[in-house]
Structures are given as C-alpha cells and as structure tokens.
C-alpha cells in the first residue's frame, strides 16, 4: 500500500520497532496494525484453547485407554511443563529465526501435535502429543505480546496489551464450554480436532503480516545447558507438587524430585549468569519495577488459573452440575474480563499502572472474599456475580502490569522482559493450582476429623437426623436391617460433603489474602504515563 505520490507509506508517529516492522508499516499503512494483531491473536488464541479445552475430556480419555489417575494427570501437567519451559525460548528464537519463522515453525509444531493427539493410538502417543502441543504454545504467547508491543505507539501500549490479553483470557474461558459441548455431542478426540482448522488458518496470516529476521549477522549460540536444567526443574517440580498429596509428602520421591527440581533451579540460574549467551538474562530483574512486576505477574498467574480450577471443581464435585452446565457458569465471567480488557488498557494509557494494578487487585480479592461464603444453596446467577466481580478485577490489571513491565526494558531486551512475564504467570498458575489441590484435600480431611469426632451418640442433632432418614427409608420400603446403615452411610457422607465445602471457603480466602499482600511491590511500578525507557 503507498501514498498518492506511489512512494511507501511512512509509519505512523510514535512506534518504537525493528526496520522489519517499519517495512510492513510502509507496505500496508497504518491498517499494518491491525493485520498483525489479528494474525497473532489468532495463534494465542488457538494454542491456549488446548489448555482448558482438554479438562472436560479427561475422564473419557482415562476411559477409552484404562488410564489410571497417575497417567492421566501428565496429559495436563506435560502440557503445562512444556509451554511454561519453551517460554524463555522466545528472545533466542527471534534473534536467531525472526518473527516470521518463529511463528510459523511454532504454528506447524502445533499442528503436528493436534493431529497426533486427534488420531492418538495409545495414551504414550497422547501425552507426547500434550508436550509437543505445549512447546508450541510456549514460544507464541510471548512472540504475540512481542509483536503487538511494537505495532502500537508508546502512549497506547495500554490499549494494546488490553487487545493482547483479549485472547490471553477469551480461550481459556471459552474451553470447557467448548470441550464440554464436543465431549457430549462427539467424542474427545473433537477436542483436538477442532484445532486443526484454527492451526492452518494461521501460516498464510504468518507469511503476509508477520515480520523477518532483524539482523543478517551470525545466529547467537543457542543455550542448550539452560534448556536442559530449566526442563529438568520444571518437570521434577510440577511432578512433585501433583503427586506430593497421593504418595506423601515426606516420601522419598517426592522429597526426590522437589530436591531435583531445586537443585536444577539453582544450577539454571547460576549458568544463565555466567553465560555468554543466557536463555533469560537475568540483568531485567536489576531494573526494580521489572522485578515488582514479576512478582505481581506470579501472583497473578496463581490467582488465575487457581480459581479457574477451583470454581469448576466446586460446581462440579460438590453441586453435582455437568462439565458443559460448569463451562457455562464460568463462560459470562470470561467475556467480561475479553470485554473490560480493551477498556482497561485504554485507561492505564492515562494513570500510573499502579493505580490500575491497585484497583484490580482490590477487586479480585473483594471477590475473592465473596467466594468464602460459598455453599450447596448459592444461587447460581450469585456465583456467575462473584467471578464475573473477579474477572473485572483481573481486567484491570493484565494491560497495566504487561505494558508497565516492559515500557521500563530497552528494545533490545523486550523479547527476554515478554518471554519472562509470560513464563512466570505460567509458573505462578503452576504453582497456584498445585499448592490450592493441596490445601483443598489437607483442610478437607481436618474439617472431616473433626465433624467425625462430634458424630457420638450423645449428639443429639445427629441422633435426630438418622431418626429422620431412618423414617424416610422405612416409608420407602428399606428393610429395617438396612435401615441405620444406609442412615448412617448418608451421614457420612453429608459430613464429606460439608467438609469439602468449607475447604473450598479456606482456599479462596488464601486467594484473597496473597492478592492483599500483593498490593506492597505494586508501590513500586511508579512509571509516568507515556514514558519509557530509552537506553541502550
């Protein structure tokens, strides 16, 4: 596209890009934005489908290939491992592929692994599928944030990150609806044949809008050492923290692969310091609001993925709704946060992003706290309420803190700040869905310990109950000699059922109190609308 005179259209004012980008800005105009927005959120947005889409299908997966729970957790937990580990991969593979091949290599890995997963013939080839999907998956988030960060000027990176995280939320929401529907109405393998379509869509998309490789010089060494420590701790890690609750916590493997993973961490981070050409290099983390948004991004991850596990958990374990009823109780919340972030974003163009992250914090822990009161009688329209309240919170706060990260990083190191940002929310949601499982099943059986203790004959509100089930059984036609068991059996357990519930009320008040505390390294993002770092 060139002006009147037949000469290239000149980017417009304000974008801080590579020459790459400014060539597709004078060959497209100012429209350019846009193409690149919608290629990149197309990809987002068909990788992180997978990672929620798959939930609703897991029990049909354990079913069609005898999976025990011990396999079937890698189906979700390989997939997290992966995406989280290839994240810190983005800054080297566009330094070394550019944009372009970046994401059309990752889009082509993804699709490899969605039809190895559709025509999987065994649960091997199922869980290999899940890694080779999550490593995909892992490069093109941050590739995404990447792009949209350079196509907008510096006063409208709020918007941006607001349009980014459009799709950052709008697949995972969307996904056990989605799943559900395809599980019910088909079978899983629709779960992975659905992303076929959205994968080749992308490669022309790729070619046309997607930028070349910056520089003509020699490639930067790839950090294969890194790679190979990061993957060693986050495997033994999430390995550890899924299976710590079944085999113990004070086991050998367990307290094996936690040693594991900490040894490796240690070892990752002190090769990437000495490294002449690290995977992340640590000197973002000496810039201090880079590094109060790491934390508040970690939270945040834990935050987010936390209460999406834990809510549908709830709906569906102790309410008794189906996967499809449970996705469509979660759906009006996500398309809240799709429709406040644009918003949001445009507002923290104007203010401080702290004053954004403040509110948003605040909010999600208000609706956080609501989620305490939770029981077998909410109303639904009440839940939707509650996380609908959450979402806005959470709206408020993902534009402000991605733009406030790297509007303090230099160009040049943009692509080590957006593959750290997205690696740490990832790890935080590892970390956060882990550690919320436990607190689940160790307050349950605390709450079950102790309502057990109060079950004696001497209680007589438990006395007049099993008189009244006694009564009900005995009108329906029961045996006396069944009676009292089958009362005392539905005792038990109404006794489980509300100890679960007030272990879900513990969880979401742990929630509510880190988002409190999180407002403390928040102080610190004290950056001036429209101003950024322009060091060297």
């Known amino acids: 596209m060139k002006s009147a005179k037949g000469e290239p259209r000149p980017p417009p004012p304000g974008i801080n890009a590579g020459p790459q980008i400014l060539a597709l800005f004078a060959q497209y105009g100012p429209s350019y934005r846009w193409f690149a927005v919608a290629t990149v959120m197309l990809a987002s947005f068909t990788t992180l489908l997978t990672g929620t889409i798959i939930n609703v299908a897991i029990p049909d997966i354990m079913g069609t290939f005898g999976m025990g729970a011990d396999q079937a957790q890698w189906v979700s937990t390989g997939y997290l491992a992966a995406t989280t580990g290839f994240m810190l991969l983005t800054a080297w593979s566009v330094g070394a592929w550019g944009m372009r091949v970046a994401y059309l290599t990752s889009m082509a890995v993804f699709l490899a692994g969605s039809v190895m997963g559709g025509f999987a013939p065994n649960e091997s080839v199922l869980i290999l599928s899940r890694i080779v999907q999550g490593t995909a998956a892992g490069l093109v988030g941050p590739l995404a944030m990447l792009v949209i960060i350079q196509v907008f000027p510096l006063e409208r990176r709020g918007l941006a990150m607001g349009i980014f995280s459009v799709g950052v939320v709008l697949a995972p ?27 080749l869509l992308s490669f022309p998309l790729g ?35 899924s299976n710590g609750q ?18 490796a961490g ?29 934390v508040i ?61 403040w509110f948003g914090l605040a ?27 959450g979402r806005i919170g959470l709206a408020a706060i993902f534009p402000s803190l991605n733009a406030g990260a790297l509007k303090v990083l230099p160009l040049q190191l943009m692509s080590q700040g957006s593959g750290a940002i997205n690696f ?29 203790a109060t079950q004696t004959t001497s209680n007589k509100v438990t006395q007049s109950l099993l008189q009244q089930l006694t ?31 007030l272990a879900y009320r513990d969880a979401f008040l742990i929630i509510t109190l880190v988002f409190l505390l999180t407002m403390l390294p928040t102080t610190l993002l004290h950056i001036r609308p429209g101003k950024a770092v322009t060091r060297s």
Not at 477 to 492: K, T, Y
């Open 173 to 199: 929401a969307m996904g056990p609806t989605i799943g559900g529907v395809l599980v019910d109405q088909f079978n899983w393998r629709y779960v992975f044949h659905i992303q076929i379509p959205l994968s």
């Open 207 to 241: 070619l046309l809008f997607m930028p070349g490789r910056e520089s003509s010089g020699p490639r930067q060494p790839f950090d294969w050492t890194g790679l190979v420590l990061l993957s060693i701790a986050i495997f033994a890690l999430l390995t550890g923290l």
């Open 246 to 263: 079944r085999h113990g916590w004070n086991s050998d493997m367990i307290l094996s692969y936690l040693g594991v993973a900490a040894v």
């Open 266 to 294: 240690v070892a990752f981070i002190g090769w990437e310091h000495r490294s002449p050409h690290p995977m992340l290099d640590l000197r973002i983390f000496k810039e201090k609001r880079f590094a109060a948004a790491s």
């Open 297 to 357: 991004t970690f939270v945040l991850g834990a935050g987010l993925f936390g209460s999406t596990y834990l809510v549908p958990l709830f709906l569906q374990t102790i309410i008794g709704v189906t996967p499809t009823t449970s996705g469509l109780l979660l759906m009006p919340a996500g398309l809240a946060m799709a429709a406040f972030n644009p918003i949001s974003g445009f507002l923290s163009d104007k203010t401080s992003p702290r004053v954004m992250i």
């Open 363 to 389: 909010v999600f822990a208000y609706s956080s706290y609501l989620l305490t009161r939770i029981d077998l009688n909410t109303p639904f329209l009440t839940i939707v309420w509650w996380l609908l309240i």
């Open 424 to 452: 740490l929310r990832q790890l935080g949601g590892a970390f956060g869905v882990n550690l919320l499982t436990v607190v689940l099943q160790n307050r349950t059986s605390l709450y079950v310990d102790g309502f057990a």
């Open 471 to 501: 009564g009900l059984l005995d009108r329906a036609g029961v045996a006396e000699l069944h009676q009292l068991p089958m009362a005392i059996g539905q005792l038990a357990r109404a006794v489980a059922t509300q100890a679960a519930m």
